[in-house]
């Protein structure tokens, strides 16, 4: 089974943005977390400026899923241009299929891997300056 959701990052104001679009479209977090809520992921040690920052938040919006999350303090953020496309399947021929022709001409951020929150995850900016978010779904 695939999927395809837009994710949209914020500088520091995740949360107020997922009450704000909640209200709106009269829904509530399928999921909320913090970042000081995640498990130990090496590599990572959480900024205490970041331990109350949103992780990861979703809303169901008109049929389609929109995640949410604060990006790192020392990530480069630019309004307008925080929108990441996430595509997953649960096939992983698929997903190493994508993420190696979504990559030619473009950049790496994180490469096809195994995460905390899935078996098979990765991230990339396209050679058009799209960033994508892959992921095997369980």
């Not at 837009?6 to 009269?26: A, H, L, Q, S, T």
Request: hydrophobic share 40%; with cysteine; glycine share 10%.
């Amino acid at each position: 089974m695939e999927s395809f959701t837009i994710f949209m990052n914020f500088d520091g104001n995740c949360r107020e943005v997922v009450e704000f679009y909640g209200k709106v479209f009269k829904v509530a977090p399928g999921s909320l977390q913090t970042y000081g809520e995640m498990p130990p992921t090496p590599g990572f040690d959480i900024p205490e400026a970041l331990a109350n920052k949103i992780m990861y938040a979703d809303l169901k919006i008109a049929g389609t899923n929109i995640m949410f999350s604060d990006i790192p303090p020392d990530t480069d953020y630019a309004a307008g241009t925080n929108i990441v496309l996430t595509i997953g399947s649960t096939d992983d021929a698929e997903i190493r299929r994508w993420f190696g022709e979504l990559k030619e001409g473009g950049e790496v951020i994180s490469p096809l891997g195994e995460t905390f929150f899935s078996k098979l995850y990765g991230m990339l900016v396209d050679k058009f300056g799209i960033c994508w978010n892959i992921i095997l779904n369980d």
